[in-house]
């Protein structure tokens, strides 16, 4: 599949979510991806390290550095109070974030976490100053079903707030028989997809769905990321397994090193 145009302002992103991974030693691997960036093996692409919220004050200076975002991987929608074990954009933002994944169907699937949830959480980033990567994505039942496009879409349209825009919202299609599997759609379903993404945002947004950044996640790995990144539409990738070691995810954003962004 030949590459898409890519219009100037959707710069490339890839981010690493380590999930419940990590421990204060495992950041050896962040300051590697760190240098890595910095060194210019991804290219021009933004790379963010969404990390454990414990693990986000210890890799602040580092990451800003080099050039690199922080996320964490979920907040409450309300900026402080009586939330036991919960936490807010804003103390994500204070530790050292500028961006927080919400809407992770583990997250979903989880906690109970619907579409107007992360509605409200996704404008909980938005007060913070965070950017929201909103994940969507359809099961195995529901793609077999032929109801891919019809459960992302009401997902898209449920929530992302009306006030999102190309600066503050990434989306990320996340098929979640795709997570941790190994398995991937195939490059048209993919091409599909975020075309069907792209266009959804805009009649819900106009304005805004030509220009946001669309990732793919869901098992990319350095073999099969250079396709996938270079099918159109696809943004970038959030990246889940493969993030947790340097070699892999520089394996993997490894793919812009070369590329200019198109003009
Ligand atoms: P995976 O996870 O890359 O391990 O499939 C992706 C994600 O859940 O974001």
């Known amino acids: 599949m030949t590459e898409a145009p890519r219009p100037l302002g959707r710069r490339p992103l ?3 979510n380590w999930k419940m991974n990590g421990l204060r030693k495992d950041l050896a691997e962040a300051d590697k991806i760190c240098a890595a960036t910095a060194a210019g093996e991804a290219g021009d692409a933004e790379i963010v390290l969404c990390l454990p919220a ?3 004050a210890a890799a602040a200076a580092s990451c800003e550095a080099a050039g690199v ?21 804003e103390m994500l933002k204070d530790a050292g974030a500028t ?17 107007a949830s992360v509605r409200e959480k996704s404008r909980a980033a938005f007060r913070a100053g965070l950017v929201a990567i909103v994940c969507v994505g ?13 459960i992302v879409g009401s997902q898209l349209t449920g929530s992302i707030p009306g006030e999102a825009t190309p600066e ?19 490059l048209k379903d993919i091409a599909d997809m975020h075309r069907f993404i792209r266009e959804r945002v805009e009649a819900d ?59």
């Not at 975002?69 to 954009?89: K, R």
């Not at 359809?138 to 019809?150: L, P």
């Open 205 to 263: 947004i106009p304005g805004v769905g030509g220009s946001i950044r669309i990732l793919y996640g869901g098992s990319v790995k350095p073999g099969n990321a250079a396709d996938i990144l270079s099918t159109p539409n696809v943004d970038g990738a959030l990246v889940g397994g493969a993030s947790l070691t340097a070699k892999d995810f520089m394996g993997v954003a490894g793919v812009f090193q070369d590329r200019r962004l198109a003009s």
């Open 54 to 56: 414990t693990l986000l």
């Open 138 to 150: 359809e099961t195995r039942a529901q793609r077999e079903a032929g109801d891919a496009m019809a």
């Open 14 to 16: 890839v981010a690493g």
């Open 99 to 115: 961006y927080v994944i919400l809407g992770h169907s583990e997250r979903r699937a989880g906690h109970n976490e619907g579409n």
């Open 168 to 186: 503050t919202l990434v989306v990320a299609y996340e098929p979640v028989w795709a997570i941790g599997t190994g398995l991937t759609p195939t």
């Open 69 to 89: 975002g922080l996320g964490g991987q979920h907040c409450h929608g309300a900026p402080a109070g009586p939330f036991t074990g919960d936490i807010s954009a």
